[in-house]
């Protein structure tokens, strides 16, 4: 396939906005066009993004190689197959689909045309995070052995408007955001199951789980637990690892992370100091080299379908699912 590589935009929200902006550095990639339900939206799209904009979906595969997904949850299914029984690349923001079942014909119609499907499990490449995981591979505080993950803020206003107040739009805040975390500690100790969980709904709206606590086993006999919140109002972003030589901690999008062996001294880095790149810059850009030179994603549509299984298991184990 000759650069540069022919990308559509599907879902001309603020998302889907961003993630087109961040192709600008790419030389190997251009974005030929965009299509969203809203011809307006579309067209305001097009005209920010200096694009076209297409009067229908059929219309957009017909110009590109592949695609941005970055439309609404409950929509990644029908757009997805869309494009994937096209021959169409295709790029989905998470979560991968609402329902395991749902990526799994995902998985599969991607394999069936032969074509890459990446879901934006972009968590793993925030500094911090990506951080971590070299200093475990590393081994600077030895074989982990418990880890623990908080991730709180005041955002239930966010879930009270447009699709993301109807669970059957977003799936609730398990799948809608939680699906990074979820992802990222798979990513960084390995497969776990769900050993317990218990969530809350203080408020009457949105209808799901507002403050959600679940504790995990990996296979690596790795002890986990894990919180998150839209209704904590000081809100804050912690991980910590204990290790059998010493612990790390980061502080999530910002701060540091940092790690002390025993009897040893502490060792932090700031973000800028990791200076990894932007991070939906680099997922993008991973797509795009997948798809021209073959090279490795750092996720898959797999890792996608991994976290959305993760997120019904919790949901399963606070009696949450039908």
């Known amino acids: 396939m000759h650069t540069p590589l022919n990308l559509g935009l599907i879902g001309a929200g603020g998302i889907g906005r961003h993630l087109a902006w961040q192709l600008r550095p ?38 590109v190689d592949a695609c941005i997904l970055a439309t609404p949850p ?15 690349h295709l790029f989905c923001e998470k979560p991968l689909a609402l329902t395991v079942a749902d990526c799994d014909a995902l998985l599969h119609a991607a394999q069936q045309a032969g074509v890459r499907l990446m879901a934006g499990q972009v968590l793993r490449l925030f500094p911090l995070f990506w951080q971590s995981r070299q200093w475990l591979q590393e081994g600077v505080i030895g074989a982990p052995i418990a880890v623990n993950l908080q991730r709180r803020g005041y955002e239930i206003n966010l879930f009270r408007e447009g699709w993301r107040a109807d669970p059957t739009c977003s799936g609730g805040v398990l799948l809608e955001m939680n699906v990074h975390e979820l992802d990222y500690l ?7 199951t769900v050993v317990a969980a218990q969530g809350s709904q203080p408020f009457p709206e949105p209808n799901f789980v507002q403050h959600w ?13 894990v919180e998150c919140s839209i209704v904590d109002a000081l809100g804050g972003y912690t991980v910590r690892i204990v290790g059998a030589e010493g612990t790390l901690e980061h502080t999530g999008f910002s701060g540091v992370i940092r790690y002390k062996k025993h009897g040893g ?17 680099w997922e993008l850009r991973s797509f ?16 996608g379908r ?11 184990a606070m009696g949450r699912e039908a």
């Open 26 to 63: 790419l030389s190997e990639a251009r974005l030929t066009g965009v299509y969203d339900v809203d011809a307006t939206l579309a067209q305001r799209a097009a005209e920010e993004l200096e694009t076209t904009a297409y009067p229908s979906l059929d219309a957009l595969l017909d110009a």
């Open 74 to 88: 409950h929509t990644h299914y029908a757009l997805g197959m869309q494009a994937l029984q096209r021959g169409k």
């Open 186 to 192: 798979r990513w960084l100790l390995g497969e776990f």
């Open 213 to 225: 606590q679940a504790t995990l086993r990996f296979e690596s006999g790795v002890i986990g637990s």
């Open 265 to 281: 001294h502490e060792v932090s880095l700031t973000p800028e100091e990791i200076g990894t790149p932007e991070p939906y810059l």
């Open 288 to 303: 795009v080299r997948a798809i021209l030179y073959d090279e490795t994603l750092p996720f898959d549509g797999y890792d």
């Open 306 to 316: 991994m976290a959305v299984a993760s997120a019904h298991a919790i949901l399963q």
